[in-house]
């Protein structure tokens, strides 16, 4: 009988453990998905970023020939 109590007590030592374990990961991660949830990544650059987001006034014709000649 104690042999049996020992596999018990063991068992639910480890699956207490595990249990925990699998609670912190997983609400960890759902706070780390809040965290960035909030983040804009594609808001406008601000200081001194280089702006590249602007066009150039160029004519379409000149587009389709540096993409044929460059593979753009």
Not at 26 to 51: D, I, S, T
Not at 53 to 68: C, G, H, K, Q, T
Request: with cysteine; aromatic share 30%; glycine share 4%.
């Amino acid at each position: 009988m104690t042999r049996w109590y020992q596999y018990f007590k063991e068992f639910f030592k480890v699956f207490f453990i595990f249990v925990v374990c699998t609670f912190f990961f997983y609400f960890g991660l759902r706070m780390m998905h809040e965290e960035y949830e909030n983040f804009h990544r594609y808001n406008q650059p601000e200081g001194n970023a280089v702006k590249v987001f602007e066009l150039e006034d160029s004519n379409w014709l000149d587009r389709v020939s540096i993409f044929f000649r460059l593979g753009e």
